[in-house]
């Protein structure tokens, strides 16, 4: 029992250890967990704390991130995964013109442009099947103005926490680019158009293609150039162009050509090829360098053009040409050794008429001869024209230059005019410019020809008012002047539609003007073509009824002249000494004996005179006289009878005889020769004149050109006349003015005899006699009216005649008192 | 040794000895715990050895019988405990098979310094082959536990050890099922 006790008891302690150990375990198990339960604790805090910081700058970041989105330049959304948005940024909103309501929660199908909307639906359906991330599209959508817009959209799919998926795009407004795009497609395709067009052009052009590289081996041909040249492409290409084609003669040609392409030189020739049947092909190559894409020269293309008929045309015009010229040339000497022969025939025919004028002729005659006289004048201006026009054309006229005084040329013009002129009713005006006071290079016989020509018509087509010829110097440079003439009449005038033919040859304004006034028709032709050869042009301006006006402007070299700044003090005066010569002068007018005596006198001839005709053949002997000076018109013999004398005596044949003449039908020499004359001269006469043509037939010694005093004379006398014919010899033009004093009431009593006897012959040899002696004292008026006179009294008409004879001897009484004056003015200056 | 071993084991002598066979070789071994075991503790593995020796000197019993029929026994108390363990498996071998993998892993969870012997199975149809590892060297308390689990399950089976050394720290087992 004790030991049932003792056992239970060892067992009670046992139970109570093992249960104070298992508490004891406990209690440390129970820390531990403690421990291990307040660790986990902190953690815990820990692990919210890093949360909340994370979700902080989580929350942060997205408010960036969205503020980033919602102010991206790009456009931003998202997408349900059945196309709805879910959301868009501000500037995506804008960007189209949709309020925000209208999009969000709309597919993004209904803002897809009707002809893109297929495409893309199509594109994202196929996206759809398969796996992908990131995708790229572009489309059209509409704006709410129903404008078009170009986008790029970039699509990334994503998922939503609670697994649903979504996307995310980002867009971008592409319009701009996809209008550069098509632009640029539009330009490309407008480029390869016109390369096709091009390209058929050249195809069709008839223009044979083929490139060559640097060593001249072909390397490509064209159909066309196959065509043109027989060869097949396979045939040529590896060849050496210039051994298949170049024909002899044409290396060099092909040489420099292949030279000059090297050098990116473009050359255009013109060679002869030969074909593949040996044939001759004359071609044009435009041939141009081509280079690679850095700019080197790495061949070129030759461009073919078969021109062998053209050549052969080319060839067969130059032929045609040639002959066309040398018809031309042989018509052109035709023509000029025809001149002679048809000039001299024509100016007997005319001198025949002269002569016919002088013999008694009943009024019918006289009114044929005038006919027939004005008939063969207009002839040979025609003749003389066409000669002259047919020279210029054949360029065998070209200009003589030398120092020219304009001033003496165109004065003498005017002076030569005053006396031809038929218009009594017009006056004759040289206005010249004071600063022309040089002599000019230029070719004076062109010049005059010109002149001659404009004045002659401004003297045809003007009855009434004034012709002037108005020179001025238009610009001065270093060593030239511009020079401008005009010519002015108040004339008819030219319509202006007429103005434009007037210079062609053989047309006149209208085809009454012939008729009505005369003319060839050919004057001003000649005169644009001489006028163009001395480098000028003659411009017209005119008005129908009021006048015309011809002008024309020549760049002149100046020249230094002879009388340069003396002009208005001293005329010129050229000297001769004829020592050792006698000339015979035959004249019945005491004034024109005075007058020539005086200057044979000074310049040292000896002479004789005869008052006629009769008295000159008893003069004459062999070998006495040097020259014979011989009036036509005389009493008793006249000059043409005595001439024809003279050259049946001994002695006569060769020797000079100078036709004095009053008459104005002479003025070449050439008509003198028909009448057995050796020249003329056409009183009145200047000392130069006179001198110049004794120095054509008798050798005199020319002295040098002196300088005379010009002497200022009364203003109704003709003192540019009187300073030409006396030249400053004041003793001289006394003597003439005194004489003219004594002569004239012999001369105006026949005349007023004639006139009383009505005398119609009589009053037309009085008046013809006494006519150069006006002039010759400076009355040049007078003497025109003589000549009126003188023609009333042709045409029988008395009336004219007497009107006529009373203004003269009115007009004489007014000019006697002047020359008196003058004769005193000029003694006393000639004491001093 | 977990103290579970311990009381489970005193609770075996107590049902098949009595008190009196406790405290006989409590007293006759000089035990550092004293005697006193809860299942929550940890005791050294020396003082099982020693009552196991006690408690075969008193029964005349060998130790190897004394070990497998604690092996039968606890079986017993593991599957009062722990039933999960138990009701996923439908079949012994596959039961035995987890114990390396999935038991044992579990054990280690709750009590980290647990001493626990090692498996190694293969199955290969009706037999199978299991090897026991461990230093305590205890292969008959092994034995008796997967005897116990074989009859759970309700197979008619068969059992063959073998030592794979002398030490018997290394052990065969090979299971065979009827058909």
Redesign the interface.
């Known amino acids: 029992m004790n030991e049932e006790v003792e056992r239970l008891k060892r067992r009670l302690e046992r139970e109570i250890k093992a249960r104070k150990q298992a508490e004891t375990t406990l209690e440390v198990k129970a820390r531990d967990l403690f421990n291990a339960n307040e660790r986990l604790m902190q953690l815990n805090n820990e692990l919210e704390h890093q949360i909340s910081a994370r979700t902080f700058e989580l929350e942060k970041s997205e408010i960036r991130y969205r503020q980033l989105v919602e102010n991206a330049s790009d456009i931003i959304y998202n997408i349900s995964e059945t196309g709805e948005f879910l959301y868009m940024n501000a500037i995506g909103i804008k960007a189209f013109g949709y309020a925000e309501e209208e999009i969000i929660g709309a597919n993004f199908l209904t803002f897809v442009a009707p002809e893109s909307k297929e495409q893309t639906a199509k594109h994202y359906a196929e996206l759809a099947s398969e796996l992908w991330q990131n995708d790229y599209y572009e489309f059209s959508v509409l704006s709410k103005e129903g404008e078009t817009y170009w986008i790029g959209q970039s699509v990334t799919l994503n998922t939503k926490e609670n697994g649903e998926l979504f996307f995310s795009a980002i867009a971008r407004d592409i319009s701009e680019r996809k209008k550069a795009e098509a632009k640029l497609e539009d330009a490309q395709k407008a480029l390869e158009k016109s390369e096709v067009k091009y390209r058929s052009i050249i195809e069709n052009m008839d223009l044979g293609l083929m490139e060559v590289d640097l060593d001249g081996i072909i390397t490509r041909v064209y159909e066309k150039f196959n065509e043109m040249t027989g060869y097949r492409g396979d045939e040529l290409v590896g060849k050496i162009a210039k051994d298949v084609f170049t024909t002899p003669g044409y290396e060099d040609v092909v040489d420099e050509n292949i030279e000059g392409r090297k050098k990116g030189e473009i050359g255009v020739y013109e060679i002869k090829i030969r074909k593949k049947n040996g044939e001759h092909l004359w071609v044009i190559i435009s041939g141009a360098p081509f280079y690679d894409e850095k700019g080197n020269v790495i061949g070129s293309i030759g461009i073919h053009y078969d021109i062998t008929e053209r050549k052969q045309m080319q060839l067969d015009l130059e032929k045609a040409k040639r002959e066309a010229e040398e018809a031309q040339e042989a018509e052109q000497l035709f023509l000029a050794s025809m001149s002679h022969e048809i000039r001299t025939p024509l100016n007997v025919m005319i001198g025949m008429s002269h002569l016919l004028e002088d013999t008694p002729l009943s009024g019918a005659q006289s009114d044929f001869l005038s006919v027939m006289k004005t008939a063969s004048n207009m002839l040979k201006h025609l003749i003389s024209d066409i000669l002259d026009l047919s020279k210029i054309d054949a360029g065998k006229i070209s200009p003589t230059t030398s120092s020219v005084d304009l001033v003496e040329l165109c004065k003498s013009l005017i002076t030569t005019f005053k006396v031809k002129s038929e218009n009594h009713d017009v006056e004759w005006i040289c206005e010249l410019d004071s600063s022309l006071d040089h002599n000019y290079l230029t070719d004076a016989q062109m010049l005059n020809q010109v002149l001659i020509n404009l004045l002659s018509n401004a003297d045809r087509f003007t009855k009434k008012g004034q012709v002037s010829l108005k020179v001025f110097v238009a610009k001065k440079s270093e060593h030239t002047d511009l020079i401008r003439w005009e010519v002015l009449d108040t004339g008819i005038g030219i319509q202006q539609q007429d103005i434009a033919v007037i210079f062609d040859r053989y047309r006149q304004a209208n085809n009454n003007i012939s008729n009505e006034y005369g003319g060839t028709g050919l004057g001003l032709a000649i005169s644009q073509k001489l006028l163009h050869l001395l480098g000028g042009e003659i411009v017209v301006e005119s008005q129908l009824g009021i006048g015309s006006s011809f002008q024309f402007e020549l760049e002149l070299e100046r020249r230094e002249s002879t009388n340069s700044n003396a002009k208005n003090a001293f005329a010129t005066l050229n000297e001769i000494s004829g020592h050792g010569h006698k000339v015979l002068v035959v004249e019945d007018n005491k004034m024109n004996v005075k007058y020539v005596g005086a200057l044979l006198e000074k310049w040292n001839f000896e002479f004789d005179h005869a008052a006629n005709g009769k008295v000159a053949l008893e003069l004459f002997e062999p070998e006495k006289y040097a020259l014979i000076l011989m009036d036509l018109q005389m009493p008793e013999m006249d000059g043409f009878e005595a001439t024809k004398e003279l050259r049946n005596l001994p002695g006569g044949t060769d020797l000079p005889i100078i036709a004095l003449t009053a008459s104005t039908f002479i003025s070449k020499k050439e008509s003198a020769l028909p009448l057995g004359m050796t020249d003329f001269l056409c009183k009145p006469f200047t000392p130069d004149q006179f001198s110049t043509l004794l120095s054509k037939y008798i050798e005199v010694e020319d002295q040098m050109t002196t300088k005379q005093a010009v002497l200022e004379y009364h203003i109704s006398l003709d003192g540019e006349y009187l300073n030409d014919a006396y030249g400053g010899d004041l003793e001289h033009t006394v003597e003439m003015m005194s004489l003219f004093l004594d002569v004239l009431p012999d001369g105006m009593k026949r005349l007023e005899e004639s006139v009383a006897k009505e005398d119609f012959k009589g009053i037309q040899q009085q008046s013809h006699r006494i006519k150069p002696t006006f002039t010759m004292v400076g009355l040049t008026p007078l003497s025109s009216l003589t000549r009126e006179i003188g023609q009333a009294a042709k045409q029988n008409d008395f009336s004219d005649v007497e009107r006529g004879f009373r203004e003269l001897q009115r007009r004489i009484e007014e000019s006697l008192p002047i020359i008196r004056e003058e004769i005193i003015r000029i003694a006393k200056e000639l004491k001093s | 040794m977990k103290g579970i071993v311990f009381t489970e084991f005193l609770e075996m002598v107590e049902k098949e000895f009595g008190?009196?066979t406790?405290?006989q070789i409590?007293?006759d071994n000089e035990l550092a715990s004293?005697?006193?075991?809860?299942?929550?503790?940890t005791y050294n593995h020396a003082e099982m050895i020693d009552l196991l020796g006690s408690l075969s000197a008193i029964s005349k019993q060998e130790v190897s019988a004394l070990l497998h029929a604690f092996g039968r026994y606890i079986f017993d108390t593991f599957l009062k405990g722990y039933p999960q363990f138990f009701e996923k498996c439908a079949h012994g071998f596959e039961f035995l098979e987890s114990i390396d993998g999935h038991i044992h892993v579990e054990v280690k969870k709750l009590y980290p310094d647990a001493m626990l012997p090692r498996f190694e199975t293969t199955i290969n149809g009706t037999e199978m082959a299991m090897n026991y590892y461990s230093d305590r060297r205890f292969s008959d308390f092994a034995s008796g536990l997967i005897e116990r689990t074989m009859e759970y399950y309700g197979h008619g089976f068969s059992m063959q050890k073998e030592l794979m050394n002398q030490e018997g720290s290394e052990v065969k087992f090979t299971l065979k099922v009827a058909e």
């Open positions: 008190y009196e406790i405290d409590l007293e004293g005697g006193a075991y809860t299942s929550v503790g």
